[in-house]
């Protein structure tokens, strides 16, 4: 069956340094793939979105990769901020009509 | 912009109670979905809807109804209630058919009890 895995455990690291989730995905071949950010008490807010053509999407601090060999994607934040600190999700869309999500991985930026 | 709108924010029902949650986007979107969210399993697709009047099931659909009348609306239907339904639910809509190369947009979410 189809499978995205996000760590479950919570990162942690310390402010100003890069932090980096991982999304895995199997028996799936997603066209898109999308990364949410959501606080607490509060629904997703999109974040950015990676063709299975592109390798690196940019966004300010924000850079994301997807290796549709490997069948993963790389969720970077550089020069990470307290403000930083929330639950982040990544979701696959094919053309299924169907927009899947991982379970997320909390960040938590320490000052 | 309101954008999604979701009604009641909190619920408390009583195992066997039906009720529905109710879900309107103001931007003309054509696709809208619902999911829940229990802890540690992120969210799970229940019911989509590509347009007015088809809705299609998502990953867990047993025991919830969806309608989509109109464009603006896509409201979530319990018809009996079970403790398993205890979640946070979310509605969620995206500008075209298919959700793939564009953003989906999330309303504020409804914590749903069941005891």
């Known amino acids: 069956s189809q499978k995205i895995e996000q760590n479950s455990e919570a990162l942690n690291i310390q402010e100003g340094k890069t932090a980096t989730l991982t999304c895995n995905y199997t028996?799936?071949?997603?066209?898109?793939l999308q990364w949410y950010r959501q606080d607490p008490g509060r629904g997703p807010v999109f974040l950015l979105l990676?063709?299975?053509?592109?390798k690196e999407k940019r966004k300010e601090r924000l850079k994301v990769t997807f290796d549709t060999t490997l069948k993963q994607s790389l969720f970077h934040i550089t020069a990470s901020q307290p403000a930083d600190s929330a639950t982040y999700l990544c979701?696959?869309?094919?053309?299924?009509?169907?927009?899947?999500f991982g379970q997320g991985t909390t960040l938590q930026v320490k000052p | 912009n309101a954008g999604v709108t979701q009604t009641p924010k909190f619920q408390v029902l009583k195992t066997g109670q039906s009720m529905t949650l109710q879900c309107a986007q103001d931007?003309?979107?054509?696709?809208m979905s619902w999911y829940r969210q229990d802890p540690g399993m992120g969210l799970r697709l229940i019911h989509y809807s590509v347009g007015a009047g088809i809705t299609d099931q998502g990953e867990v659909p047993n025991g919830y109804n969806v309608s989509r009348s109109t464009t603006e609306d896509f409201p979530l239907r319990l018809l009996s209630a079970a403790p398993s339904q205890t979640s946070v639910y979310f509605c969620a809509s995206s500008p075209f058919r298919v959700p793939m190369n564009t953003e989906a947009f999330f309303g504020q979410g409804t914590r749903l009890t069941v005891v």
């Open positions: 931007m003309n979107h054509e696709y």
């Open positions: 028996n799936y071949s997603p066209a898109y």
């Open positions: 979701a696959l869309a094919g053309n299924t009509g169907k927009l899947i």
């Open positions: 990676i063709r299975e053509n592109e």
